[in-house]
């Protein structure tokens, strides 16, 4: 059974920085392509970065130059290092996984595997 547990989520002032971790477990986590998306009280869940099994990296284009999406297989967790943060940022930050050969990138409809969220609050 694929679980997925975000850590690492907290309330940060603009300019901050935030490090949230994923562990995954209950797969063979090398083989999976993973992600990190958000949802903001009143809007759609959004994706914010992804990478693939061989660690191809993609970002929307409101984080692109401050986040980065990472991986260390051997302790099966994902993570997103959150620098320069806005208060535009604040949202529930989930991870999601999936497989297949066709990685799903920033679309959050080609995920069957979430996480239960961690809350980011940036103020001004």
């Known amino acids: 059974q694929v679980q997925l547990v975000e850590s690492g989520g907290g309330s940060v002032q603009a300019g901050g920085s935030l490090r949230l971790s994923c562990a995954a477990s209950g797969y063979t986590y090398s083989s999976y392509y993973m992600g990190w998306f958000r949802q903001a009280p009143g809007k759609e869940r959004e994706g914010v970065a992804s990478?693939?099994?061989?660690?191809?990296?993609s970002y929307a284009d409101s984080v692109k130059g401050r986040f980065t999406i990472s991986k260390d297989n051997a302790k099966n967790t994902l993570y997103l290092q959150m620098n320069s943060l806005k208060p535009e940022d604040t949202a529930v930050y989930y991870c999601?996984?999936?497989?297949?050969?066709?990685?799903?990138?920033?679309?959050?409809?080609?995920?069957?595997?979430w996480g239960q969220g961690t809350q980011v609050t940036v103020s001004s």
């Open positions: 990478i693939d099994s061989i660690g191809t990296t």
């Open positions: 999601a996984a999936d497989w297949g050969l066709f990685p799903a990138g920033l679309v959050a409809g080609g995920y069957n595997y």
